[in-house]
T-cell receptor
Framework: DGGITQSPKYLFRKEGQNVTLSCEQN?????MYWYRQDPGQGLRLIYY???????QKGDIAEGYSVSREKKESFPLTVTSAQKNPTAFYLC????????????FGQGTRLTVV | GQSLEQPSEVTAVEGAIVQINCTYQ??????LSWYQQHDGGAPTFLSY????GLEETGRFSSFLSRSDSYGYLLLQELQMKDSASYFC???????????FGQGTTLQVKP
């Protein structure tokens, strides 16, 4: 079945450690996105990629980094510079950049202690 | 920049009709999307309006007025399973972004 896979579903890390969240899609979509969601809040755009080997900062990119070496994969690294990393992270993809319909993974809930 | 505004919460009873409004500010408008997210789950796409008017998909309808920078999602014959958060979103064809509103939590009561 085609879709987006995020792993792991739950992740715990100590403060000061970098952590990488995985996002893989087999939909052959060009565009991929990372969002952060805090309790009771909307989805805030962290980074997005329109094509392989290219990505742009979203609205809250500070303390995060990404790579897009393969069309299928768009990993997100939460660095120690991110002051409040505990959140629910969602990865999405769309056929082309900026398309109305995006497909989301099940999310990774990151807790930093 | 781009911004969207939605009410934070709406409550309705089973079988009723509810309307969730969304106003937006953006340059280069391409249309308004709606997504549903159950607690702890992944958002799922519901509808998209590129032109003014009403789009109907089963119990759900979405409306857009480009001149008023306004849209709404209409849910009819509410069911308990409709309890979820609903987000409006602006796709931006020229920048590649997809920006979401803060979301409206709908609680359906028996």
């Amino acid at each position: 079945d085609g879709g987006i896979t995020q792993s792991p579903k739950y992740l715990f890390r100590k403060e000061g450690q970098n952590v990488t969240l995985s996002c893989e899609q087999n939909l052959n979509h060009d565009a991929m996105y990372w969002y952060r969601q805090d309790p009771g809040q909307g989805l805030r755009l962290i980074y997005y990629s329109q094509i392989v080997n290219d990505f742009q900062k979203g609205d809250i990119a500070e303390g995060y980094s990404v790579s897009r070496e393969k069309k299928e994969s768009f990993p997100l690294t939460v660095t120690s510079a991110q002051k409040n990393p505990t959140a629910f992270y969602l990865c999405a993809s769309s056929i082309v950049p900026g398309m109305a319909e995006a497909f989301f993974g099940q999310g990774t809930r990151l807790t930093v202690v | 920049g781009q911004s969207l505004e939605q009410p934070s919460e709406v409550t309705a009873v089973e079988g009723a009709i509810v309307q969730i409004n969304c106003t937006y500010q953006t340059s280069g408008f391409y249309g308004l999307s709606w997504y549903q997210q159950h607690d702890g789950g992944a958002p799922t796409f519901l509808s998209y309006n590129a032109l003014d008017g009403l789009e109907e998909t089963g119990r759900f309808s979405s409306f857009l007025s480009r001149s008023d920078s306004y849209g709404y999602l209409l849910l009819q014959e509410l069911q308990m399973k409709d309890s979820a958060s609903y987000f409006c979103a602006i796709p931006s064809g020229n920048t590649g972004k997809l920006i979401f509103g803060q979301g409206t939590t709908l609680q359906v009561k028996p």
